[in-house]
Each structure stands twice: as C-alpha cells, then as structure tokens.
C-alpha cells in the first residue's frame, strides 16, 4: 500500500467539506462570510446534504459557544482545531466578537499553505487575525497573538506538536476545546487514541468535540466505504467507534468524566428549533426523506469532558 497516495486523498476531501459548506452558504442554510474565500470550484450539493450541513453545524457551534461561555467570556479559553483545513470558525466566531486565548490549526503543510495563501490575499481574513501575524516556516504556518495555525502530522501529535503549540503559547492550565470535524475518523485508532488520552491525562479543564460517520455494516455503511475506497480513502476509525455507544467509551474509558453521542437525526428532530425546520423547507424541498433518515443516521457528534477540580463541572453540564 502506497501511504502517501492515501495521506494525498485524505487532503482532498478537505476540498469537498468547504465546498459542501459553501453550498450551504449560498443556498441560505448557514451564515458565514468566510467560507467563500477558500472555495476553488462552487458547486450546489443536494438538499438532504445542505440540510445535514446545517444541522451539523448548528449543533457544533452551539457547544464551542457552550464551552466559550464556560466560567464567562473573562476567562481565558483555548481550541485546539486538529484537522482544520479551511475551516472558517476562527473568522466567524472573531466577527461575532468572541474572544479566544489562543484558537490553534493544525493540518498537513500541503493544506496550511493554502490557507495562509488565502488568508494573506485577502485583508477581510487577514485583518481579523490582527497586523502582529507573522508568517513562517516557507509559508505554511502563521503565529498571531490570539491565532496560531501550523503545520503537522497529527500521527506525532505528543511528540512534535504539543511541544510546538506550548512553544506559541499553549496552556495546560486553562479550558480548553479539541475539535474533530471528519479527522480521527481517517486516522489509525492507535494514533488518534494517543491525542484522547493525552488531552485527558495533561490538561486541568478540556473538552473533546468529534462530528464523523458511524454505521459502517449495514447496506448505506458497506456503500459509503465502498465508495470512499474508490477514491483511495479509508475510514480507518469506523470500526473501532461503529455506534454512539463506542463513541462515548472512546473517551470514558480513557479517563474522560463524561460523554455523549447523538445522531444527525436526533439533532434534527430534537434540538433544532421549529421555526429553523420551517425556515429550510422554505429554501428548499426535502422530499428524498428515507434517503435524508439513512443519511442523518450515519453520521453523529460526540463530545467529552475531564475536569481536575470538580467545581468546574457544573460548568460543562449547564
Ligand atoms: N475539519 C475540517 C472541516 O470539517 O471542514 C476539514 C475536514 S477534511 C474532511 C479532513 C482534514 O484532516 C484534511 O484537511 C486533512 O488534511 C486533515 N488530516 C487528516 N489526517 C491528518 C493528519 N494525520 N495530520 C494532519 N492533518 C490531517
């Protein structure tokens, strides 16, 4: 097996989430002004994908603004964004005047350099990061006071990049998020279990949030890996984390004091409001619904948490 033909396909599919999240900007599902910046080829997705775009992201940028609130918006908070490709939640939550300590990217170099190329192009990006950012390492890292993107293989998260992040100013002290938005979910359990843990042993107040694809055995799981392996791309974390029972023990068993998993269904028939159901079918019809319920149910979100001091779990439940 060629590695580097599977690690080069794992980079693309970071073309297909921002241009998924890109229709759904356009069609009027989601807001972000951001999104548009880092899309090569727009091209519209079908109404049960930019339904599941939304509901997604809702339900993630409901719990960063959760774990943001923690304690006030005084209290220092860092987000660790593993995997990120062009992910524009930095941008977003900066234009709404969120404040973050230190929000960190990681990705692949062949993907970092392209977004500090996107972002140096344009000042509407480059202006929220602030005009102390510095850009290193031949253009594939930028250090801000506040944002801190860098280059890396998450396979040597312990040994490589926590030393890097506490070199710009990572604290073990304070709150702080992981987010993994379609990441753990390519990587070797062995190797994504080492990031769980060592957020779980190393870290005072943290918070793990995961958005991936579960359901591998049945007829809708065996074709979605079927079609992903024509593209040289593996799910190699759906076997070890197949239901939402496995993806609350991924944490629980690794010391995490708490975790919870639901599916896009759940999330859309239970958390969305109303008045946002009412609002999409306006935008589009969705009537492929056996299709959207197959859908939603393959992919879910899981988050955890671990505190030392337990007054601060109240924090987390509210
Ligand atoms: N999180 C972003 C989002 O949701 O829009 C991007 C998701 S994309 C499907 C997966 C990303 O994970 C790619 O940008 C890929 O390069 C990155 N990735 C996967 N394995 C990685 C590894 N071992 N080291 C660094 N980045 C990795």
Known sequence: EDTSIQDNAIRETNDDAITSKFSAVNTGYIKDDFVKFFVKKPARRPPIINRGSYVRNKQLDFLITKFLDIGGSDVKKQIVSLGAGSDTRYFHFKSLSRKFYKYFEIDYPEVTSKKVFTIHKHKELFNLIGSDAKIGKGGTEIYASDYCLLAGDLRKFVEVLVPRMESNGF????????????????????????????????????????????????????????????????????????????????????????????????????????????????????????????????????????????????????
């Not at 080492?194 to 995961?210: D, H, P, Q, R, Y």
């Open 171 to 318: 604290d073990r002290s304070i709150p702080t998020l992981f987010l993994s938005e379609c990441v753990m979910i390519y990587m070797d359990p062995e190797d994504s279990n080492k990031i769980v843990e060592w957020a779980g042993a190393n870290l005072i107040s943290t918070m793990f949030l995961v958005y991936e694809q579960i359901l591998p055995n049945d007829a809708f799981g065996s074709t979605m890996l079927q079609n992903l392996k024509l593209r040289n791309i593996e799910l190699r974390g759906i076997h070890a984390y197949p239901n939402l029972e496995s993806q609350k023990s991924r944490f629980l068993s690794r010391g995490w004091s708490h975790a919870e998993a639901i599916d896009i269904n759940e999330i859309h028939d239970s958390h969305i409001d109303p008045k946002e159901l009412a609002r999409m079918s306006k935008l589009e019809i969705l009537d492929e619904l056996e299709e959207w319920h197959l859908l939603a149910a393959h992919y879910c979100i899981a988050w955890a948490y671990k505190v030392i001091d337990e007054s601060q779990k109240l924090l987390y439940d509210q």
